[in-house]
């Protein structure tokens, strides 16, 4: 089982606001936006644990202590959907997007959310809410964003994604990563074989250090920046 902390925060809600899902010190993402409400940072930060463990099989407890986040997945999203997404007075769901890409990420995962009180010192809670917390003042202050490492357990970063196979992808992603502009895709999907299937790509640590200093500089988490240039 993996056993991670996920939680949002807002300053002014909305405001400068930030997300972080937290497992280790090693082992850890956070990222955000300039003007969000605290309830989008703690949906994010759920939905960006679900996606940095997709291509995993292990149970997911999820520690959150956001009662809106764990009642709208285990007891109001359903219903919602029935309705097209809208509440019983017939309004729409507020935060429909992520919502919409939080049930998608949900699909066939094992997983179990737990409430957890909020600044008593739990030690996974605190850490995810200092670095989620962390993102929103630095955004406040117009200054780097700070990220993590992003998953890192096997000794890198996994991410699974629908991407043509390469011959070479290892060698690929190792000069993408040099060479490549802010807007260059890593590989022309011309010059690979028409065939689709699910690609992991593991990372070494010089690739890792490389691929996060390009997310950090544009505030995205790592898996969420690689998704974008595959």
Request: proline fraction near 4%; hydrophobic fraction near 45%.
């Amino acid at each position: 089982m993996i056993i991670a902390a996920a939680d949002g925060s807002a300053l002014g809600n909305p405001g400068p606001a930030g997300w972080a899902w937290y497992v280790d010190d090693d082992c850890w993402d956070a990222g955000g936006w300039k003007h969000a409400t605290n309830n989008q940072g703690e949906l994010k930060a759920v939905l960006e644990l679900f996606r940095a463990t997709a291509h995993l099989d292990d149970e997911l407890l999820v520690l959150c202590d956001s009662q809106y986040v764990i009642n709208a997945v285990t007891k109001w999203m359903a219903g919602w959907k029935r309705k097209g997404w809208r509440k019983a007075d017939g309004k729409p769901v507020m935060n429909l997007e992520l919502l919409q890409e939080l049930d998608a990420a949900l699909a066939s995962r094992a997983y179990r959310f737990e409430w957890v009180k909020g600044h008593v010192g739990h030690p996974l809670n605190e850490a995810a809410d200092e670095r989620a917390r962390a993102v929103a003042e630095a955004f406040q202050r117009g200054a780097a964003v700070p990220s993590g490492p992003g998953w890192t357990r096997n000794g890198g970063v996994a991410i699974e994604t629908a991407a043509l196979v390469a011959p070479d992808v290892d060698a690929i992603l190792d000069d993408a990563l040099d060479d490549a502009g802010p807007d260059d895709a890593l590989f022309a999907l011309d010059d690979l074989p028409a065939a689709w299937h699910t690609l992991t790509v593991e990372l070494s640590t010089e690739e890792h250090d490389r691929l996060l200093q390009r997310a950090r500089a544009e505030g995205r988490s790592p898996e969420d920046f690689l998704r974008g240039l595959i």
